[in-house]
């Protein structure tokens, strides 16, 4: 379960970075480089895993949600980081899901300081081995399928950088059910995602071997809960959140979760 880890709370990436690490080791890399927003779950989740492996970790932290507050870059998930010895570097850029240069730079410097980097993109998505976990999740759900003698008709998640929502097309197209991920966009920037969860579910359908084409079909991608943008919830979010929290004791935050219970 992606929330007991092990690993400084755990979270999605990390089912993850169990295939991106493992080639950090086999290249020979001794620092992991990632990027995310500030309080972002990602770069939480790398410091973790470096900490635990013995490795450097330099984590660039972008002002992604457009949020003002006196403590926001020294509480939470950036705090943890540098608590377990991240070199955290704040770079004032604004959010995109694309390839960032100030993590190319980031990159960089560590060469230049004699280290070997290993890049990890934000949300882990633009990597060749990105969206492989969450074909493991898929398997993890037929297994738990056919234990309890039912088959889930949909399985919501909420999607940004897309590789989550990717790996879970590919790993449900085995057996018939891609178009039953039902993703909810919270980018607020929909044809950016819905192209990267595309591309990305391609090429994993090729490494593992799926056999057939990811076509557009395939990607389902509800639009209507991003809003206003990255990171700022709804009303309508934010009455999910005290739903979730008043009802099953779940929390679930205004970023990722509280907008995909909003669509769900």
């Not at 493992?22 to 927003?37: F, K, M």
């Not at 932290?61 to 540098?82: A, F, K, M, T």
């Not at 230049?112 to 074909?135: D, M, N, R, T, W």
């Not at 929909?190 to 071997?209: K, S």
Request: overall charge negative; glycine content about 12%.
């Amino acid at each position: 379960e992606d929330c007991n880890t092990g690993l400084a709370f755990g979270g999605n990436k990390t089912r993850k970075l169990e295939y991106l690490v493992p080639d950090a080791l086999a290249q020979g890399a001794d620092t992991l480089v990632s990027i995310g927003g500030v309080q972002s779950n990602q770069t939480r989740q790398v410091a973790a895993v470096a900490a635990h492996l013995g490795m450097k970790c330099v984590l660039v932290q972008e002002h992604w949600v457009n949020y003002e507050d006196p403590v926001y870059d020294r509480v939470g998930n950036i705090q943890l980081s540098r608590m377990m010895g991240a070199d955290v570097r704040l770079v004032a850029d604004g959010f995109d899901i694309g390839i960032r240069r100030s993590w190319e730079e980031a990159m960089e410097s560590v060469r230049q300081a004699g280290g070997k980097p290993y890049p990890i993109p934000a949300g882990c998505s633009e990597h060749p081995l990105g969206g492989l976990g969450f074909v493991g999740f898929a398997e993890e759900v037929r297994a738990q399928e056919a234990e309890l003698g039912f088959r889930f008709d949909y399985v919501v998640v909420c999607s940004v950088t897309g590789s989550t929502q990717a790996g879970m097309v590919v790993g449900f197209a085995a057996d018939g059910r891609a178009d039953r991920v039902i993703g909810i966009d919270a980018s607020a920037k929909p044809e950016q995602t819905r192209e990267q969860i595309t591309r990305i579910a391609r090429h994993t359908a090729e490494l593992v071997g799926l056999g057939r084409d990811i076509v557009e079909r395939d990607v389902a991608l509800d639009t209507r809960y991003g809003g206003p943008e990255y990171g700022l919830p709804s009303d309508g979010t934010l009455e999910a959140i005290r739903l979730c929290a008043r009802l099953e004791g779940m929390l679930t935050d205004p970023v990722y979760e509280g907008k995909s219970m909003h669509g769900r």
